[in-house]
């Protein structure tokens, strides 16, 4: 088992930008590629941008350009650096353990954590 601690959230106005962590802890020698995924209000959760285990990005293209995805496997931890805030960013951010099988797109494996909130003001 693995468990999932997101950390860096908060309150912050369009433009600006936030770090996140996502630290791993259990069993994390299994763990491959990683996502970090949002949530909106009132939306479903959406997958904004993975990293795999030698290194590899993915982006949603709503964020192509504005974050970026890094991981520190020493320490278990997992970022999303964001720059440039809209808005529209404000969500709940999680992070997952993700895997694609034949045929699919990336899939969340773990369980949740309790995600952190990010809000941008406009």
């Known amino acids: 088992q693995v468990q999932l601690v997101e950390s860096g959230g908060g309150l912050v106005q369009a433009g600006g930008s936030l770090r996140l962590s996502c630290a791993a802890s259990g069993s994390t020698s299994s763990i491959n590629a990683m996502g970090w995924y949002r949530q909106a209000p009132g939306k479903q959760r959406e997958l904004v941008a993975v990293?795999?285990?030698?290194?590899?990005?993915n982006y949603a293209d709503s964020v192509k350009g504005r974050f970026t995805i890094s991981r520190d496997n020493a320490k278990n931890t997992v970022y999303l650096q964001m720059n440039s805030l809209k808005p529209e960013d404000t969500a709940v951010y999680y992070c997952?353990?993700?895997?694609?099988?034949?045929?699919?797109?990336?899939?969340?494996?773990?369980?949740w954590g309790l995600g952190t909130k990010v809000t941008v003001s406009s």
């Open positions: 997952n353990i993700v895997a694609k099988f034949a045929g699919s797109s990336w899939l969340p494996l773990g369980s």
């Open positions: 990293i795999s285990s030698g290194g590899s990005t």
